[in-house]
């Protein structure tokens, strides 16, 4: 059985409804994320579970026991928000010890349950310090500890990462991952950005509009999109109506309105058994470990992604044969 049930979860706002009857399965000791875009409910519905927000009907169950009913602080439930909430006017260890003092433990022994965990986060020489001698990364380090210290049951995270610089952002999904592995903490996180989702999680939930677009494994969802939607807002997926099918392969797209196609997928070495098109490179951009490159062929422009160090291979206004495989094509 799953350990966090959400069953048939309705939330309104001002009796419109912006969670529609939905249903999520989580297990124990994984990281699942909710992922979508803006004003699609992924934060209403982490909320809705942590008890912030009242639900109008369904149920929310954790480790068997339904929770729904009761008040936030019953739930063991553990919560980092974008703007970290820290205290101003108290120190890390503070900070930290804040939910332990909260419910009255034992000063000597609350205070160890804070030195370990400053050391988990890896905050040791900070525990004097005050939020605003800390950097971005720091703060949410703190976050991270005083949600954990309390050692709750779960652990929610809204929008962890996002007021991060890029280094910063690699730095603490290595800090969640090995936390959760360490820990064997199961985690719920909610972004917009695809990358980070694929990059952290076990289980995606895709949500648009207060539904559950598409539900499944990374790797799943990134090579099996169910939508056109799913396929644009997961990746740089080449995304081909008929006519602009029939323009690059000459032949119709049979069974379907759309094909898409992942720009890795195109190969300009020879394959087997593949449609054999050719175009040519109009321009080429540095992103990291590969190299995209937008091709045109006819009318029409697709991307074509390369390791970086094929860099050297392929020029702007070179013209090139590109094959691919239709088994390797997603017909939506």
Do not use: W
Not at 10 to 33: A, D, P, R
Not at 128 to 147: D, K, N
Not at 156 to 185: F, M, V
Request: one cysteine or more.
């Amino acid at each position: 059985m799953s350990y966090i049930q959400v069953n048939q979860l309705v939330k309104k706002f001002n009796n419109k409804e912006i969670l529609k009857s939905l249903n999520l399965n989580i297990q124990e000791g994984t990281i699942t994320t909710l992922l979508g875009p803006s004003g699609c409910g992924k934060s209403t519905l982490l909320r809705s579970i942590v008890g912030l927000h009242d639900i109008d009907s369904g149920q929310i169950i954790i480790d068997g026991k339904r929770v729904d009913q009761l008040p936030p602080k019953e739930r063991k439930i553990g919560m980092v928000f974008q703007n970290y909430a820290l205290f101003p006017n108290m120190t890390v260890q503070a900070n930290i010890r804040f939910g332990l003092d909260m419910k009255k433990m034992d000063r000597k022994e609350a205070n160890e349950s804070v030195k370990e965990i400053i050391h988990l986060v890896g905050l040791e020489g900070k525990e004097t310090a005050f939020p605003r001698e800390l950097s971005g990364g720091q703060q949410q380090r703190v976050a991270l500890a005083r949600a954990l210290v309390t050692k709750p049951k779960v652990l929610l995270l809204d929008e962890p990462l996002s007021a991060l610089d890029a280094q910063i952002r690699k730095n603490i999904q290595k800090l969640l991952r090995r936390l959760q592995y360490e820990l064997g903490i199961t985690m719920i996180l909610v972004t917009h950005d695809q990358e980070e989702a694929m990059a952290l999680s076990d289980y995606i939930y895709i949500l648009k509009d207060g539904c559950i677009a598409q539900e499944g494994e990374p790797n799943e969802i990134y090579k099996h999109p169910k939508s056109e939607f799913i396929a644009k807002f997961i990746g740089s997926y080449n995304l081909l109506n008929s006519e602009a099918f029939y323009e690059i392969f000459k032949t119709p797209l049979q069974g379907a309105s759309f094909v898409a196609i992942r720009p890795e997928i195109f190969s300009p070495d020879p394959v087997a058994n593949a449609y054999q098109i050719e175009g040519e490179i109009i321009n080429s951009s540095m992103l990291g470990s590969i190299v995209r490159y937008d091709v045109k062929i006819g009318n029409q422009i697709i991307y074509l992604d390369r390791l970086n160090r094929s860099y050297q291979q392929l020029n702007a206004d070179n013209k090139m044969i590109l094959y691919v495989k239709e088994e390797d094509m997603v017909k939506i």
